[in-house]
């Protein structure tokens, strides 16, 4: 079974430029999500999608974000204009069907690779 | 709020030492879930562990082991006869029982010198 797979791995862009970043969920999850790690801190929550609905967006840091998922299938995460304070790794994640008090391990999480952003 | 500390920046051991990564968090949340994941050289973010906040036995899969200690909300990490293959980003994690958002520590670095 294919992971979660992202891509590029890496983009190098300009300040003001837009970039694209997109992300293949395992098959047969509904859940995604988008985490940002910037300048070796913590990786930060950014947004989540049930399906192709946003569920929550609370992480996302300004409206030069965009995420969507059309269809329900992959994702993608779009920046712009890209300012240089947005450099960092971008990891997607997604899970099977959200439920409290689950023992089957549906919340797990699994990450891609993640696409490293710099913005010079 | 939820916070995640792993204090440890950089561990260095040499092969077949042991190795105990820390992590301790803050959570308002009675029930919750503690994770760790692994990010090797290729950088995917590898799940290693998921617990519950009610179940406080520790475990022990192969070299590695959890020690889970509600009263110092703390859910350590032991590599046993550490190996080069070891050597990864370890990420301890959170999240509220009802909720998805995963809150992560800073990581360890953690290098094993053959």
């Known amino acids: 079974e294919a992971g979660v797979t992202q891509f590029p791995s890496h983009s190098v862009i300009e300040k003001g430029q837009t970039v694209t970043l997109r992300c293949d969920p395992i098959s047969g999850h509904d859940n995604l999500y988008w985490y940002r790690r910037v300048m070796g801190k913590e990786i930060k929550f950014l947004l989540h999608?049930?399906?192709?609905?946003?569920?929550?967006e609370s992480g996302m840091p300004n409206n030069r974000f965009l995420a969507e998922r059309t269809g329900g299938t992959y994702s993608t995460l779009k920046v712009q204009p890209a300012e240089l304070e947005d450099s960092g790794v971008y990891f997607c994640?997604?899970?099977?069907?959200?439920?409290?008090?689950?023992?089957?391990?549906?919340?797990?999480?699994?990450f891609g690779a993640g696409t490293r952003l710099s913005v010079l | 709020a939820q916070k995640v500390t792993q204090a440890q920046t950089e561990i260095s051991v040499v092969e077949k030492e042991d190795v105990t990564l820390d992590c301790v968090y803050e959570t308002r949340d009675t029930t919750y879930y503690l994770f760790w994941y692994k990010q090797p050289p290729s950088g995917e973010l590898v799940f290693l562990i998921r617990?519950?906040?009610?179940?406080?036995q520790n475990e022990i899969s192969g070299r590695y082991s959890w020690n889970f200690q509600k009263s110092t909300s703390s859910f350590n990490f032991t590599i046993t006869a550490s190996q080069v293959v070891d050597s990864a980003v370890y990420f301890c994690?959170?999240?509220?029982?009802?909720?998805?958002?995963?809150?992560f520590g800073a990581g360890t670095t953690v290098t094993v010198r053959a």
């Open positions: 994640a997604s899970s099977q069907d959200q439920g409290a008090g689950d023992s089957l391990g549906k919340n797990i999480q699994y």
């Open positions: 994690a959170l999240s509220a029982f009802n909720d998805y958002k995963l809150s």
């Open positions: 999608f049930v399906k192709e609905s946003k569920q929550d």
């Open positions: 617990r519950n906040s009610f179940d406080e």
